[in-house]
């Protein structure tokens, strides 16, 4: 079964820095772009960035632009959000999925409180 | 960026009933390839959201042929013919077409 698994979230202070993964398995990772959509608590659903298959194009919302870094190790079947200067209202499930949502992971969760 | 509209926000419905879900966008989605890039997402409780449809009116893998998808420009609609109870949750359109992706506020359905 097609899967993506996401992990790396947590509990960081306003301010830090926190890197999110998502492993993928059992489809060709590099013939798909990938991306980070988010969901608040109790909110809708935010899409926050896309990469494509060999990583040399990408894609930010303007609220993440110049805080959050997507990448992709095409060898290691990865996708990854580097976040920094976190902020409360970033505060969120994160998730990956492949292409235009066809796939999704079971998110991982972000919390951002001191 | 491109502001979609559901309506309505919440809808109840009795098992084996239809259900239909108003999305619009504020700028036409076709995009300059011809094709319409506006999908439909379902979130039950507790769950990841899974797409239904995509460009406009084509089901994804597994997906009951009673949730259909039509519409064109900026107004779209996706129709359950025949509510089951499986298909309580949050509906959401998302368009494709124009960077950034941009989702509705989502419609909740339950069972009347």
């Known amino acids: 079964e097609v899967q993506l698994v996401e992990s790396g979230g947590g509990l960081v202070q306003p301010g830090g820095s926190l890197r999110l993964s998502c492993a993928a398995s059992r489809f060709s990772f590099t013939d798909y772009w990938m991306s980070w959509v988010r969901q608040a608590p109790g909110k809708g659903l935010e899409w926050l960035a896309n990469?494509?298959?060999?990583?040399?194009?990408?894609n930010y919302v303007d609220s993440v632009k110049g805080r959050f870094t997507i990448s992709r190790d095409n060898a290691k079947n990865s996708l990854y959000l580097e976040m920094n200067s976190l902020r409360a209202e970033d505060t969120a499930v994160y998730y990956c999925t492949r292409g235009p949502g066809g796939i999704w992971g079971q998110g991982t969760m972000v919390t951002v409180s001191s | 960026d491109v502001e979609m509209t559901q309506s309505p926000l919440s809808l109840s419905v009795t098992l084996g009933q239809p259900a239909s879900i108003s999305c619009r966008s504020s700028?036409?989605?076709?995009?300059?390839?011809?094709?319409?890039?506006l999908n439909w997402f379902q979130q039950r409780p507790g769950q990841s959201p899974r797409r239904l449809i995509y460009k406009l009116s084509h089901r994804d893998s597994g997906v009951p042929d009673r949730f259909s998808g039509s519409g064109s420009g900026t107004d779209f609609t996706l129709k359950i013919s025949r509510v089951e109870a499986e298909d309580v949750g949050v509906y959401y359109c998302?368009?494709?077409?124009?960077?950034?992706?941009?989702f509705g506020q989502g419609t909740k359905l339950e069972i009347k």
């Open positions: 990469i494509n298959q060999d990583g040399s194009g990408k």
């Open positions: 998302m368009q494709g077409t124009v960077w950034p992706n941009t």
């Open positions: 700028q036409s989605l076709v995009y300059s390839d011809g094709n319409t890039y």
